[in-house]
């Protein structure tokens, strides 16, 4: 596709603009999770859950593979991570919400890593000290989703460098400097950190074969933008004796004011895990882009855009119920739920999920022990 026609941006660093999710599969080169492969999964989950019914997750590369495996009584493990450098907002804990589904539906073991590194290397003002400090604040998010202590280990990368670092040197000897240049647009002022990252992005893709001594397939949760640093893994993989991981892949969340992704970098467009009700309140009031129409009137007459609205398009992360997601589509469609009226229902159902998870994160705080690997 030619660079102007394109009106969005998904790189592992920036997710801007209107995402086709559609041309980006093809992009990407990964598969759509087509009713065959849903099929198969849900001889296996029993009823799917509601971001595989909504199609939020998508996309994947080698599920079947890891579905060949399990049926014949091999378990995997399930990889995701996070790289801190601020608070956590409610798009982050999407794929999050769904791995711990994963993990309990199958039982296997996770493993999370926090690269305390990766926003360090490619942020100039952000510190080390920065990223620790948040990578302890988040990891009381990623405890209060719910894993199975038993189940879980989640590891610092400067922490747990030391059972890290042979194989981030495995893979890093056969990933060249030119393809790491051409895939993330590199140049010549990057640093070497950036350049040698996705080794360390690699490593837990690897570590259950060591840890279990026999070959050991990884199925790794994500947003899309993660697929590529697999893509180099899945290269490399089977030279150095470890199976290509698996991805399963989602969309964003959407902004509450724009296209692309919720940013960090924009307060206006997120809500923290620990905005408190008044907080939630505000911001969707103030920012959620609106289907409605303009008066009152022309709404009941007409009808709001549900497809376009982004308390609508929340709802959809946020409410399980199929039934009562239809009920509000519909009469948002049909002008009987005015726009006011639709914001609030998103507004309760977030003060109703944050503060169980607030109530969670509290807890954490005396779990951590349990959960966190080191050298
Ligand atoms: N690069 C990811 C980020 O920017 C962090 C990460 C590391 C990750 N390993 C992962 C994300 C595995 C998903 C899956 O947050």
Known sequence: MKKKDKKYIVTP???????DYGKIIKEFGVKPLDNNIIARFKKHTGKLHYFLRRNIFFSHM???KILDEFEKGNNFYLYTGRAP???VHLGHLIPWMF???????FKVNLLFQIPDEEKFLFNKETTLEATKYWAKENILDIIAVGFDPKKTKIFLDTEYAGHMYKYACMAAKKMTFSTIKSTFGLKDSHNIGIIFYTAMQSVPAFLPTVMEKKKTGVLIPCAIDQDVHFRLTRDVAESLGFPKPATILCRFLPALSQGGKMSSSIANTTIWTTDGPNAVKGKINKYAFSGGRDTVEEHRKKGGNPDIDVAYQWLTFFEEDDKKLRKIYEEYKSGKLLSGELKQI??????AFLKVHQKNREKAKNQLDKFILRD
């Open 99 to 105: 791995t711990k589904w994963l993990q309990d539906k």
């Open 85 to 87: 450098s601020g608070p």
């Open 62 to 64: 080698y599920l079947d």
């Open 13 to 19: 660093w920036e997710v801007s603009g209107d995402v």
């Open 346 to 351: 998103l507004i309760d159902k977030l003060n």
